[in-house]
């Protein structure tokens, strides 16, 4: 095994983190058939991880036999998406930012072109395509990938509540990080995104507002705006908020008892 890990060696040494099937070819000097079974050992041993076809990333050593998408999402997703202009979004930037309890398995990353890619080390893989002058609209650059903000995140996941699969999970992201969240932005957010924005931002306030949060949300509604639902996947109304004109599968009580507030 010594000069497989002399090939890690130097990419390492390089500030590489990632590499191609071609790039261990060429650096092992073997076939194809070769090279793949070495990728395959150093895999099985955990040095390596198999992100996507052709694509691997390095363990470091504290994380051997770890999943690069488990402590190291950005690098995952910057080494399958390469050059494409993308962002990791919706629940996956809300759980990149800490603002879940418990993990995200399906990957979501916005992309301005289509990949069909299933999965990444293992994970599947999400793509939403948009548009490229918003792909990066308050999104972070972290190394060679991006990342939604906060208020970003919050404000897509909104919109797509269906994304979220349930609306107690947006719940729970608004209430852990209502804190660091800039009511302003969050308000410029959702007027960029035209009337799907301006209903995203009133789920997100009327959230606020049952949950007792302390977030300074307060979009523009008449007595007859048409009321919009807090998911838009649920018939059931359980109570409507009148001030927001918000209809709620769910009552706040059941919605506090979920999100521990």
């Given amino acids: 095994m010594g000069r497989p890990?002399?090939?890690i060696d130097s990419f390492l040494a390089e500030g590489r983190e990632e590499f191609t099937f071609d790039d261990a070819r060429t650096a092992l000097e073997r076939s194809p058939t070769a090279t793949a079974n070495v990728l395959h050992r150093l895999e099985v041993d955990g040095l390596v991880d198999r992100l996507s076809r052709g694509r691997y990333a390095i363990r470091p050593l504290g994380s051997l036999n770890t999943s690069t998408t488990t402590d190291a999402l950005p690098l995952a997703v910057a080494a399958t998406f390469g050059n494409r202009a993308h962002r990791i979004a919706y629940l996956s930037a809300l759980s990149e930012l800490g603002l879940l309890s418990h993990s995200v398995r399906t990957i979501t990353v916005a992309c301005t072109t289509q990949v069909r890619?299933?999965?990444?080390?293992r994970r599947p893989l999400r793509v939403v395509i948009e548009r490229p002058e918003t792909i990066h609209i308050e999104a972070e650059p972290i190394g060679r990938s991006w990342c939604s903000t906060l208020e970003r995140a919050l404000v897509e996941t909104a919109v797509r509540v269906d994304l979220a699969g349930r609306i107690e999970r947006l719940a729970e992201a608004l209430a852990n990080g209502v804190a660091d969240i800039d009511a302003h932005r969050v308000d410029l957010l959702?007027?960029?995104?035209?009337?799907?924005?301006?209903?995203?931002?009133?789920?997100l306030a009327s959230l606020a507002?049952?949950?007792?949060l302390p977030?300074?949300?307060?979009?523009?509604?008449g007595p007859r705006?048409?009321?919009?639902?807090?998911?838009p996947r649920d018939a059931k109304v359980a109570w409507?908020?009148?001030?927001?004109?918000?209809?709620?599968?769910?009552?706040?009580?059941?919605?506090?008892?979920?999100?521990?507030?």
Avoid: M
């Fill in 225 to 231: 705006q048409k009321i919009i639902r807090l998911d």
């Fill in 117 to 121: 890619i299933p999965s990444i080390s």
């Fill in 190 to 203: 959702a007027h960029v995104f035209g009337s799907r924005g301006l209903a995203a931002e009133r789920r």
């Fill in 5 to 7: 890990l002399e090939f």
């Fill in 240 to 261: 409507v908020d009148d001030a927001l004109r918000v209809a709620w599968n769910v009552t706040a009580d059941e919605l506090r008892a979920v999100v521990g507030n």
């Fill in 215 to 221: 977030l300074e949300l307060a979009p523009s509604v």
């Fill in 209 to 212: 507002r049952a949950l007792d």
